[in-house]
């Protein structure tokens, strides 16, 4: 499997992206899809994280703000990212958590980058001020 991100750059505050996360082979079979990011000497952090069932998280610094959501007939994950500020700057990796079959599953968001088992390269943002 493998997880390809796109749409990273380099905008101003207050401006908008969108980042696409291809993945290799159908998303039917994954749980949930997160966003990561981490900036230079910081922890990796989830940013956005979808389940199979549609149940969506977000930090907090990013609610209102940024919005996750999955195509599974195009196996893409996207975030679109409004009203960018400079602490918006990192690295934003695509994540896929395969989890497990039944209904545990379905609405599960997991938080913690060690339970995800696939990675993308990560994709550049950088918010000027």
């Known amino acids: 499997v493998q997880l390809v991100e796109s749409g990273g750059g380099l905008v101003q505050a207050g401006g908008s992206l969108r980042l696409s996360c291809g993945v290799s082979?159908?998303?039917?079979?994954?749980?949930?899809m997160a966003w990561f990011r981490q900036a230079p000497g910081m922890q990796r952090e989830p940013v956005a994280v979808?389940?199979?069932?549609?149940?969506?998280y977000y930090v907090d610094s990013v609610k209102g703000r940024f919005s996750i959501s999955r195509d599974n007939a195009k196996n893409t994950l996207y975030l679109q990212m409004s009203s960018l500020k400079p602490e918006d700057t990192a690295m934003y990796y695509c994540?896929?958590?395969?989890?497990?079959?039944?209904?545990?599953?379905?609405?599960?968001?997991?938080?913690?980058?060690?339970?995800?088992?696939?990675w993308g390269q990560g994709t550049q943002v950088t918010v000027s001020s």
């Open positions: 082979g159908s998303i039917n079979w994954i749980n949930a």
């Open positions: 994540a896929a958590y395969r989890g497990g079959t039944g209904p545990t599953y379905v609405h599960y968001t997991p938080k913690n980058f060690y339970e995800y088992d696939y």
């Open positions: 979808v389940s199979s069932g549609g149940t969506t």
